[in-house]
């Protein structure tokens, strides 16, 4: 069974830094892509970040919105990927979900972190 | 970037009535298109992928279709569990983007 599990989330002050953990299991990982999708309260799905496999060099992409504050990485001995998000704002306050792509869709989705930025 | 534009951004219907969802991309993208379902307080989950490929455990009352670039999700029979909020997503083009989502109630 695929299973997704981040961890990490919590309050965060104006300007601060967070590093989200998903775990991972059930499956090869290093078969897949892995990305970061965000949710704000009360809106719609944003993609943060994806991070190929080894066969594509780990190679990174970044919604253009957090590029430069925001690094995704993976661990494939431990199944798991990272997000480092720096200089933190109220916008960024959301839930980050990790999710699997075979390709393109994500067709494994883990229940998801909250994230707030908040004095 | 390429736009999804979603439409409607929400609609009631009632069991066993046919919906359309639609999504418009600001350019080809190729049939690199998934929806999804989210219910409250849950993650999306995968329905379609490849614009009309029905992801496994999905039921058939789910369909996607294209044409040019427009996108559409048909549920067929609607069940009460299928009110949520559906999105479409790109996947042909950095930065992935996503449709603005269409909420579906049940009369």
């Known amino acids: 069974e695929v299973q997704i599990l981040e961890t990490g989330g919590g309050l965060v002050k104006p300007g601060g830094s967070l590093r989200l953990s998903c775990a991972t299991s059930?499956?090869?990982?290093?078969?897949?892509?892995m990305n970061w999708v965000r949710q704000a309260p009360g809106k719609g799905l944003e993609w943060v970040a994806q991070?190929?496999?080894?066969?594509?060099?780990?190679?990174?992409y970044y919604a253009e919105s957090l590029e430069g504050r925001v690094t995704i990485s993976r661990d494939d001995s431990k199944s798991s990927v990272y997000l480092q998000v720096s200089s933190l704002r109220a916008e960024d306050t959301a839930i980050y979900y990790c999710?699997?792509?075979?390709?393109?869709?994500?067709?494994?989705w883990g229940q998801g972190v909250m994230v707030t930025v908040s004095s | 970037d390429i736009q999804m534009t979603q439409s409607p951004a929400s609609l009631s219907a009632s069991l066993g009535e046919t919906v359309t969802i639609e999504c418009l991309a600001s350019?080809?993208?190729?049939?690199?298109l998934a929806w999804y379902q989210q219910k409250p307080g849950k993650s999306p989950q995968l329905l379609i992928y490849?614009?009309?490929s029905l992801q496994d455990g999905v039921p058939s009352r789910f369909s996607g279709s294209e044409s040019g670039t427009q996108y559409s999700l048909e549920i067929n029979s609607l069940q009460s569990e299928d009110a949520a909020t559906y999105f479409c997503?790109?996947?042909?083009?950095?930065?992935?983007?996503f449709g603005g989502g269409t909420k579906l109630e049940l009369k």
């Open positions: 490849d614009a009309s």
């Open positions: 999710t699997r792509s075979p390709w393109g869709a994500f067709d494994y």
């Open positions: 997503q790109q996947h042909h083009d950095y930065p992935w983007t």
């Open positions: 059930g499956f090869n990982f290093n078969d897949y892509f």
């Open positions: 350019e080809d993208i190729y049939s690199n």
């Open positions: 991070i190929r496999n080894k066969n594509y060099n780990y190679a990174t």
